[in-house]
C-alpha cells in the first residue's frame, strides 16, 4: 500500500503543476458564466428591429398601438412600484412623472391598476376607475405621455426594463400608389428589418395577412406583432358578437390544475421552490459527474500511453509491481479529479446561492440543492465508482498501445457506453423510476450516471443498496482484469493486440503469460 501511496502522490503532484489542471479548475465556471451572461448580454446589444404595417383594415394598427403603449406603460410602473417598496437608489433616479404614477399605482387595488395603465395609454377609463382614482389621471397621463414622447433610447436602456419600445421601432409607410413595393424595396435594402400587411377584414378571416422579410429564422417580432392582433381582433370579435366583457374573460379562463405533492405520512403538501429545484438538480450532477469521469478516465489513458512511450514506465517498474504502478496512477488521477470537480462544486454553489441575491432575488434554493449533503456524497460515490470503472478499463487499453491512434480503436466500444446515459439523461428524469430507468441503473457502465440521475425519484432504498454492491462487484472484476492486462501489456512493443486477445487476458490467471509468440 505505500508503494501505491507513493505512485499516487507523484501523480497527483505531476498533475497539479500542469497548466491543464488549472486551466481544467478555472475553464468550467468561466463558461458556466459565460454561458449565463453572455446571451442576455447580446440580447440587450441586439438592435431594434425597424417594421412597417400596412393596415388595410382601418382599426387594427391604431388599437394595437394603445396595447403596445400599455404594455410598456405596465412594466414601467410595475418597476417604479417595485423600487418604491425597496426604497432602493434606483427609486432616486426614475424621472419624476414615473415616480408620481409609481406611488398612485402602489396606492390602488390589483384590480384597479389594468384600468390605471389603460387610462395612462390614452384609453377612456372614467367607468373602470374608482373616483379618487380618476381624479389623478388626466394629470399623470399628461406628465406620463410628455415623457414618454421626450425619453431618448439610451435614458430607457438606464432603466434597465424590458420595454417593446427598445426592440421593435415602427417607420411609417412611404406615401406612394404602391407601397407594398416600396416596402419591399425597403427590406431589400436593408432599411427595414419587416413589414407587415393586415387584410381589409381581419375580423372574419386573416385573408390578406402577410409578414414579409429577409431573415425569417428571427420571429421574435413576427411573434409579438401577431399576438396583439389576435387581442385586437379577439376584443372585436367578442363586440360583435354582443357577449359580456366578463363572460368572454370567463369562456376564455383555462383549468389550472395547482400541483402538489404526498409527504411520507400520506398528506397532500404545497409544491415549494426547493421540490422544484430537486427536479432538476440531478441532471445538473450528471453532467457534472459525466465531465468529470470522462475527462479524468481520458487524461490516465494520455498519461500512461505518454510514459510507455518515453519509456518513464520501464523505470517505475524498476521499483514497483505493475499492479502497484497501475493503481497508484488511478488513484492519483482520483485525486486530482476530485480537486477539480470539488471546486468546480464549491463555485457553482456559492454562484446560486449569492448571484440571485445580487440579482434582487431572494430565492437560491437551487444553490442550496447543490451543496446538500446528501448529494454531494452520492455524487462523491458515484464519481470514484464510476471513475474507478472506466478508468481500469482505460488503462488497461493505454497499456497495450504505443500511441493515442493505436488506442483510438480500441476506444471506441468503450467511449459508446460513455455517451449512452447523457442521450437518455432527459428520458430517465422524466420518469426516475420506470422500466427504462431501473433496467439502466443494473448495468455497470450506466450505473453511475442513471442513479445519480434517479435521485429525484427517489429510487426504493433497495436499489440504492443492490446497486451500490454491483458497483463495487463491478470496480473489483475491472480493477482486477486491468490489472491482468498491465501487467502483460506495458512492456509489450510493436503492433497492439486486438480486442480479443485483451479481454483473453484478462482471465488469465495470475502469474500466468501468454506464450512467448505474442510478443512478451
Known sequence: MRKIGLVAWREYMDNVRTKGFWIGILAFPLIIVLSATVPILLTKAKEARNYAVLDHSGFALAEVEKRILADDLGVVLEAAAQRYRDGSQAWDRLPSPVKAAGRVYVSIAEAERQALIAALAVVEADAYLADEVAVQVPELAAGLAEWWRQVSAEELDALDLELSRSRYARVAVPDV?????????MVNDGELFAYFVIGADIVERDEGCKYVSLNLTDQDLRGWFARRVS????????????????????????????????????????ISSVDTARQWAPMVFVYLLWVAIFTNSQALLTNTIEEKSTRVIEVLLSSVSPFELMAGKIAGMAASGLT???????????????????????????????????????????????????????VGIGSVCNSLKEAQNLMLPILIPLMLPLMAMVLVSQDPNGTFARVMSFIPLFTPFVMMNRAAGPPPLWEYLATTVLMVVSVYLAVRGAGKVFRIGILMTGKPPRLREIVRWMVLKEGVNPSEGEGV
Open 177 to 185: 400608389p404602391d407601397p407594398q413595393a416600396a416596402l419591399s424595396q
Open 231 to 270: 387581442q385586437v381582433v379577439r376584443a372585436r370579435r367578442i363586440e360583435r358578437e354582443g357577449i359580456d366583457l366578463k363572460v368572454a374573460g370567463w369562456l376564455q379562463e383555462s383549468v389550472l390544475f395547482k400541483a402538489r405533492k404526498v409527504d411520507k405520512r400520506g398528506s397532500q403538501v404545497e
Open 340 to 394: 477539480v470537480v470539488g471546486t468546480w462544486a464549491i463555485c457553482i454553489g456559492i454562484g446560486l446561492a449569492v448571484v440571485p441575491g445580487m440579482l434582487g432575488g431572494k430565492d437560491a434554493s437551487f444553490g442550496g440543492i447543490i451543496v446538500d449533503p446528501l448529494y454531494l456524497l452520492s455524487f462523491l460515490f458515484y464519481f470514484l465508482s464510476g471513475y474507478l470503472l472506466y478508468a481500469s478499463l482505460l
